[in-house]
């Protein structure tokens, strides 16, 4: 037998919730596609020498990492909840996604209107400043509402299908992995001693939840490749059975996360250690089978058309994408572009995933239908050139440039390095005009 995956589109208000985290979700990653010009040309060789400015170089990678990375995330993560969740509580679905937009309004426009401090901790980057703080607390609150209405909405009105039921429990295992992860920000909180200030206290803060929100976006982008492998023609020989063992899988991996937290200091090499193990070996079965069954179902299906074109494009580049910076994370050795070119190639796929659902979901959300011969080829223009750019930060990496270093600060003294550096601002500047 062979299956087809899918969500429906509802109608009323959630659809109205939906649309509104879809629109916060696209304008998050919008504006921190516009600060990536500038950061990929401030770190590009020669070009560099005009971006004198590192102070705001800094500001606006923090600002950058949260809009493209946590921001552009959780906002589409409301997509999918708004989608599978029933009419209740809607006033508190409404006022989440307020909150959300008003914090970051107050998080893109903070560098600009005076916050200062950046700090370059992993997962949440931040900008130790009030207004700064303002919009992440603003935007948490709508998070924490809308992962609460999720949770407590009975989300299990099964409908008769199989396929959609095992959906539904991927999108809300999800929302159980979210959960965690709160717990894991809120147990780092009460767990770092006062001694800890500045960057290494945000590190310590994040870590835990921050590797668990990374399995949220996972299993997102697993349910995403699903449902464009069923707009793509392709019918999967995976029946809901294996969808729900994958899913539960991850989930209880996830679910290890206390356990962390009671056999090992959160200020201790092995927590954080226990973390890294938990993100690199966690999903890697659950991504590895869907993996070879949609590449199987490819060379099953019959030939594309148009509109299947456009869901191909976004599916193959965020299997080509996530599967490199996967790779590209065994080869980490130290704290050089490596790492960046790894995490890269992760998220840019659950991206591309992400945009071939919005392709699918503008005309049913009441918005205008995409240009299907510019969805065609717009992932392959942003995945080729991530692809260049991931690329060329593993080969810089391996001569040991450093991250987070903009301009002069990078010491590029060999061709080698400067080749590297290079091929990262080419593939970097196609990959923002994708």
């Known amino acids: 037998m062979v299956y087809t995956y899918k969500l429906p589109v509802p109608e009323g208000e959630q659809k109205k919730l939906a649309a509104g985290w879809l629109l916060l979700s696209i304008a998050s990653l919008v ?23 590192l102070n705001f ?154 590797h668990i929100l990374q399995f949220v976006h996972t299993m997102l982008m697993l349910v995403s490749w699903l449902w464009l492998a069923g707009l793509t ?32 200091d959160i200020t201790s090499y092995e927590h954080q250690q226990a973390f890294t193990d938990l993100m690199k070996f966690g999903p890697g079965f659950s991504v590895t089978v869907f993996t070879i069954l949609i590449t199987a179902g490819f060379f099953l299906r019959g030939r594309s058309n148009e509109e299947r074109g456009m869901y191909d494009a976004s599916l193959i580049t965020s299997i080509m994408l996530f599967a490199a910076g996967g790779i590209i994370g065994f080869l980490i050795e130290g704290i050089d572009v490596t790492i960046p070119a790894h995490y890269h190639g992760s998220i840019v796929g659950v991206t591309l995933a992400f945009i071939g659902i919005t392709y ?29 750019n991931i690329i060329g930060l593993a080969w810089a990496g391996g001569y040991g440039v450093e991250r987070k270093t903009p301009g002069p600060e990078q010491g ?18 196609i990959a923002v005009a994708g």
Not at 238 to 259: G, K
Not at 360 to 384: D, E, N, T, V
Not at 412 to 429: R, S, Y
């Open 57 to 210: 170089f800094h500001k606006a990678l923090v600002v950058h990492v949260d809009l493209s990375v946590v921001i552009w995330f959780l906002s589409f993560a409301g997509v999918f909840w708004s989608l599978t969740s029933s009419e209740k509580f809607l006033k508190i679905g409404h006022i989440a996604l307020l909150f959300s937009f008003a914090g970051t309004l107050i998080i893109a426009a903070s560098p600009f209107l005076g916050a200062e401090n950046p700090l370059m901790n992993n997962y949440v980057p931040v900008l130790e400043d009030p207004l700064f703080f303002t919009g992440l607390f603003l935007f948490t609150g709508g998070f924490v509402l809308l992962l609460l209405r999720t949770l407590i909405t009975p989300l299990f009105i099964l409908p008769a299908e199989a396929e959609s039921r095992a959906m539904r429990f991927a999108v809300y295992s999800a929302a159980i992995a979210a959960l965690v992860s709160l717990i894991a920000f809120g147990w780092s909180y009460k767990s770092i001693p006062d001694v800890y200030s500045g960057e290494l206290y945000y590190e310590l803060l994040f870590w835990g939840g921050g």
């Open 233 to 264: 023609g392709i019918r999967l020989k995976a029946p809901p059975t294996i969808v729900n063992l994958a899913f539960s899988i991850i989930l209880v991996v996830v679910l290890l996360t206390p356990f962390i937290y009671i056999n090992h």
């Open 31 to 53: 504006f921190s596609g516009l600060l990536s010009i500038l950061l990929v040309l401030s770190r590009t060789p020669y070009i560099q020498d005009y971006f004198p400015w």
């Open 412 to 429: 590029l003294d060999t061709i080698k390095e400067i080749a590297g550096m290079g091929l990262m601002g080419i593939g970097g500047l």
């Open 360 to 388: 699918y979901l503008l005309p049913h959300l009441s918005f205008r239908k995409p240009s299907q011969k510019l969805a065609l080829i717009q992932p392959y223009i942003y995945g080729g050139g991530q692809l260049l």
